[in-house]
């Protein structure tokens, strides 16, 4: 048995008409759907539990992706971002922040934009993307201290 499954707030949801490999986390700050593919973690729909820490820069979600990070060889943020007529320039989207921020500090190894096959990850940080949710060099604003 995978140790995620008795050392981590994450359930195995194959016996709960989902599909195989699909787990729910919810450590009491926060919950996402994910799935889980050998020692591959792909994050769905992450969100903080109390509305009110929701963009409120608490430490919930790195504290929930530092739990994850020593289980997972890969760890995958995916269907990051809204269109911009929706959620204005992707850059700035708080989802995106938070997610980037993870990336650089090695808490994930890789975003993918909703709408887009192609991850953003810690090599190409650096290069143009081009999808829907606009064209955009995912390191920019970065300051270059921060830049792996």
């Keep these: 048995m995978a140790r995620w499954k008795t050392d981590l707030p994450m359930t195995d949801e194959d016996d709960a008409c ?7 986390f919810d450590n009491g700050e926060c919950w996402f759907y994910g799935t889980v593919e050998d020692d591959r973690l792909m ?5 903080a539990l109390d509305k009110e820490l929701i963009r409120a820069r608490s430490g919930v979600g790195r504290r929930a992706c530092e739990a994850l990070r020593p289980y997972f060889s890969e760890i995958v943020a995916n269907g990051v971002g809204e269109l911009p007529e929706e959620g204005g320039p992707f850059l700035e989207q708080p989802a995106f ?3 980037r921020a993870m990336l650089v500090e090695g808490l994930v190894d890789a975003i993918i934009p ?6 953003i990850d810690r090599h190409n940080l650096r290069e143009e993307h081009r999808t829907p949710l606009g064209v955009f060099v995912p390191a920019d604003g970065l300051l270059p201290e921060r830049l792996p």
Aim: charged share 30%; net charge negative; glycine share 10%.
């Design 18 to 24: 989902c599909d195989e490999g699909d787990v729910v």
């Design 43 to 47: 994050i769905h729909d992450f969100t």
């Design 97 to 99: 922040l938070f997610w």
């Design 114 to 119: 909703t709408f887009h096959d192609r991850g």
